[in-house]
């Protein structure tokens, strides 16, 4: 069975940082790339980064310079530093398991979420 | 970047009903148009991607369908599990966005 555990959220304040991190299980961790996606209180879905098997990953322009993917595919862990965090970064930040088939790509499965909030 | 306009925002409906969500992007995405489906409190869950196929163990009831910028999810036959938030999400180079949602609720 597929697992996503994320951890790390917290109560943090402005100008801070922290490290969210994402165990993974049920698959072979490194032949996959990884996302992270998060969602304001009572708003819709954000894409905040990628990163492939190998370690190539993408940012979303609203977090690129603040934010950080990485991966330990010898720890099947996925992990996201989030650097210099605003109010507007509070939300509960998904991971989630990327497939490609077909040259069609799609989140295929989540993680439960781990929450940030971001207040003095 | 490539926009994602869904509709309507919110739905009121009854079980047994059909019911239709529309997804529109801004630039034609080919068939890289994803559908989740999200109750509250609880992680999205894939149900239909590359526009038209279903996930595995998602009920049948659930279709996709459209290309480049139009796109549907349509639900046959309501049930009360399928009360929930649904979002398309484009997956035609970063940034993947997504649609705003659409909140389904009993009528």
């Known amino acids: 069975e597929v697992l996503l555990l994320e951890s790390g959220g917290a109560l943090v304040q402005p100008g801070g940082s922290l490290r969210l991190s994402c165990e993974v299980s049920g698959f072979t961790f490194s032949d996959y790339a990884m996302s992270w996606v998060r969602q304001a209180p009572g708003k819709g879905l954000q894409w905040i980064s990628s990163?492939?098997?190998?370690?190539?990953?993408y940012d979303a322009d609203s977090v690129k310079g603040r934010f950080a993917v990485s991966r330990d595919n010898s720890k099947n862990t996925l992990y996201l530093q989030l650097n210099s965090l605003r109010a507007e970064d509070t939300g509960v930040y998904y991971c989630a398991k990327d497939r490609v088939v077909g040259g069609l790509g799609y989140f295929e499965k989540w993680g439960q979420g781990t929450p940030v909030t971001v207040s003095s | 970047d490539i926009q994602m306009a869904q509709s309507p925002s919110s739905l009121s409906a009854s079980v047994g009903d059909r019911v239709t969500i529309s997804c529109r992007s801004s630039?034609?995405?080919?068939?890289?148009l994803n559908w989740y489906q999200q109750k509250p409190g609880k992680a999205p869950k894939l149900l239909i991607y590359?526009?038209?196929n279903l996930e595995s163990g998602v009920p049948s009831r659930f279709s996709g369908s459209g290309s480049e910028t139009d796109f549907a999810l349509t639900i046959n036959g309501l049930q009360p599990d399928d009360f929930a938030t649904y979002f398309c999400q484009h997956t035609y180079g970063v940034p993947y966005t997504f649609g705003q949602g659409t909140n389904l609720e009993i009528k």
């Open positions: 630039r034609h995405i080919n068939f890289s």
């Open positions: 990163i492939s098997g190998g370690g190539t990953s």
């Open positions: 590359g526009a038209s």
